[in-house]
């Protein structure tokens, strides 16, 4: 998880019960302990900081996936030179598109949270091509590209190169148009803003919205612990 965040109360306890990255495997469950429980209640905990974010922001839905009218909405707060974004593109999104955006249970948004620092210089230039390239449906195949080969463009700083190899002559032009216009660099800064006021500094972060309740969880979810938590919601 990049950016660890000391701010968000119990984020270490979530993080040992529903991530699966480089501690997977770590935090072992003491008898009677209920993972499902504990993790309502370690995101109970972590709602509070979310009060400024009861109700969902504005959506892009050249962004999204899945049904708006879906049970859950889940947002992804992420950064395309974060390597923890990576593993959660690559590995658990897929899962959970099978499992739960195709079926109508999710409603998939994801939002831009490019970090800043002298490790992250291109982070913000990546946020808005694929914002760009958002408006002419290209959103996936830019994504997917920028993580693909996010270990290349991040150091030598060719994002636009990365960026141009999915798309034709025309969307190139298209997209390079957009990236001047100032409502696609306001939606990368209104997402950014949205997660700031949520106390989110860490990528991914991922906010789960059902009836009215939202609970955030930091880092790369366990794919099975975290399927737990979507279906007991759903019962």
């Known amino acids: 998880m990049d950016a660890v965040n000391p ?10 019960v529903i ?4 501690d997977r495997g770590c935090f072992v469950p003491p008898p009677g302990f209920s993972t499902i429980g504990h993790m309502k209640l370690c995101a109970s905990a972590l709602f509070a900081l979310f009060a400024c974010l009861a109700a969902t ?10 049904n708006p009218t879906a049970p859950i909405t889940i947002e992804v707060f992420s ?8 593993i959660f593109h690559e590995t658990v999104e897929p899962e959970l598109v099978r499992d739960y ?7 998939l948004v994801k939002r831009e949270f490019p970090l800043s620092g002298q490790y992250h210089m291109f982070a913000r230039e990546a946020a808005v091509d694929a914002t760009a390239a958002a408006r002419v449906g290209k959103y996936e195949p830019v994504a997917d590209a920028l993580y693909k ?25 298209k997209v390079q148009a957009l990236t ?15 997660g700031m006021a949520g106390a989110i500094s860490s990528t991914p972060t991922i906010v789960i919205s059902f009836k009215g309740k939202r609970y955030p969880f930091s880092g790369v979810p366990n794919y099975d612990l975290f399927r737990k938590f979507l279906d007991d919601l759903l019962k």
């Open 7 to 16: 701010v968000l109360a119990g984020e270490e306890t979530v993080g040992r």
């Open 19 to 22: 991530r699966g990255t480089l």
């Open 57 to 66: 922001p504005s959506i892009d839905r050249a962004k999204a996936t899945g």
């Open 79 to 86: 950064s395309f030179d974060c390597p923890h974004c990576k």
């Open 101 to 107: 955006v195709m079926p109508g249970k999710v409603y």
């Open 149 to 173: 080969n996010q270990a290349a463009w991040s150091m030598d700083g060719k994002v636009w190169q990365t960026v141009a190899s999915v798309l034709t002559a025309s969307d190139q032009s």
């Open 180 to 194: 001047k216009e100032p409502g696609v660099v306001a939606e990368v800064q209104q997402d950014y803003d949205e």
